[in-house]
């Protein structure tokens, strides 16, 4: 299974962009790259995903690189309701599991 | 629509005692997930169910758990007997297509917290 590598805390402050990294250098060319979030004391919510192209709905944006070995989560004004744990996951094609890594935690600065 | 629901919560059981959790998906959500959070570790997938049947139970870490989804609505997971290593979050996860034609993610539960002692 592919992996993602994240870093463990990132700061942001209210109101600013937020730009979440991950790396995915063994994506193969039929992964998904989805998002989710968890909030305190909730189970994982769905952010966003995508495969090739870069995404955007209401709550965030999504940034593939060209090459697919890495994306970007972005929020683009940070609240203080968006303090979680992110993680971004690859999914297979066709399959139905996703590999949790350990996520980036973020944290906004009122 | 109402999220998928688990309970109990919490649970704070004895090493060797059983334990049954439940989870409510969504309804009209065929596919059913479970995960789990042991301490110190990443999410970790158990199983998934296709209405009634188990498509693919990979993840159960040994004979001790038993997952059930009768008529196809929830799902309980036992873990018969517990051990101190069980404690952990387990959560569940509906969603109403097979992930192969999903445009958007899975519904989580808050999940339920097990305490083995």
């Known amino acids: 299974d592919a992996k993602t590598t994240q870093p463990n805390s990132m700061e942001s402050n209210e109101e600013e962009p937020v730009h979440l990294p991950c790396n995915h250098s063994t994506i193969s060319g039929t992964d998904y790259i989805h998002w989710y979030r968890q909030l305190p004391s909730q189970g994982p919510e769905y952010v966003i995903h995508g495969l090739t192209s870069n995404v955007n709905n209401r709550m965030a944006s999504l940034a593939i690189a060209e090459d697919r070995k890495s994306s970007t989560l972005i929020l683009h004004r940070a609240t203080l309701r968006d303090a979680a744990v992110y993680y971004c996951i690859l999914r297979a094609s066709g399959t139905y599991k996703y590999i949790f890594g350990t996520g980036t935690r973020l944290k906004v600065l009122a | 629509e109402a999220g998928v629901t688990q309970f109990p919560s919490h649970s704070v059981i004895e090493k060797g005692q059983t334990v049954t959790l439940r989870c409510d998906p969504i309804?009209?959500?065929?596919?059913l997930y479970w995960y789990r959070r042991v301490m110190g570790k990443e999410i970790k997938f158990l199983l998934h169910f296709v209405k009634e049947s188990k498509q693919d139970e990979s993840g159960m870490p040994n004979n001790r758990f038993l997952a059930e989804r009768t008529g196809g609505t929830y799902s309980t997971l036992k873990v018969q007997p517990a051990e101190l290593e069980d404690s952990g979050v387990y959560f569940c996860?509906?969603?109403?297509?097979?992930?192969?034609?999903?445009?958007?993610?899975?519904?989580f539960g808050s999940g339920t917290r097990l305490t083995v002692v």
């Open positions: 996860a509906s969603s109403q297509v097979v992930p192969r034609h999903l445009n958007y993610g899975y519904t």
């Open positions: 309804s009209g959500h065929d596919n």
